[in-house]
């Protein structure tokens, strides 16, 4: 196990909800990446945060955001949900670029399982 | 916008057979390719593969990463049923530690 610990594990939404999944990172790691697995496909990148801020992102919609906090850790929001944002989520921690470490593997939590009815 | 595709998208052996997974991509300023296991939810991390390191092994599974052809292999002999699961590769890029995934490879080793 790679001690990145999300929550929860599962969740059933309704359409035009709003959720907040959580994640913990590897402890020592100061970066946390945020990824969407649809059924039968590879993760998509949503964004990533380091230092509390955002540091990059994918081509997902404003409804999906995040935070970090000064232990790392870190929170996805999803807004208005839609029947196609089921998926995997999946959190990944690594140390940062900016820490002098290029090329740093990242480590994934086990996900979290949403599904919008 | 990068890009990684991997092949085959399933793939049937048994047991003791020796199977390579591929992957390609396309990636601007690219850093680094790396391979994961997927057997239920998490990716579990295989290798790394950079320009300095384009050769890893451990253990049955070894890669190889090829920047001519822009392209790696992933190789694993000596089959078991516990190495049934969905290989994902991806690359790193220009975008910080953003990566980019293939749609990975769906391997069942049978008895």
């Known amino acids: 196990e790679t001690g990145v610990t999300q929550s929860p594990t599962h969740l059933i939404k309704t359409r035009g909800q709003q959720v907040t999944l959580r994640c913990s990172s590897q402890s020592g790691h100061n970066t946390v990446s945020w990824y969407q697995q649809a059924l039968g496909q590879g993760p998509q990148f949503i964004f990533q945060?380091?230092?509390?801020?955002?540091?990059g992102r994918g081509n997902f919609p404003p409804r999906f955001s995040g935070l970090q906090f000064p232990n790392y850790s870190s929170e996805l929001n999803v807004n208005a949900l839609e029947l196609d944002d089921s998926a995997l989520y999946l959190c990944a921690s690594s140390f940062s670029l900016a820490s002098g470490r290029e090329n740093n593997e990242q480590f994934f939590g086990p996900g979290t399982r949403l599904t919008v009815l | 916008e990068d890009k990684v595709v991997q092949s085959p998208l399933s793939l049937v052996v048994h047991e003791g057979d020796t199977v390579t997974l591929n992957c390609s991509y396309e990636v601007t300023n690219f850093r680094s390719l790396l391979w994961y296991k997927q057997e239920k939810k998490a990716p579990t991390f295989l290798f790394m593969l950079t320009s300095s390191g384009i050769e890893k092994k451990s253990g049955r599974l070894s890669s190889i990463l090829d920047k001519k052809e822009l392209s790696s292999i992933l190789n694993i002999t000596a089959t078991q049923t516990g190495d049934s699961a969905i290989y994902l590769c991806?690359?790193?890029?220009?975008?910080?530690?953003?990566?980019?995934f293939g749609g990975g490879t769906r391997l069942m080793v049978k008895p």
């Open positions: 945060y380091y230092r509390e801020e955002e540091n």
């Open positions: 991806a690359v790193r890029g220009n975008a910080g530690n953003m990566l980019t």
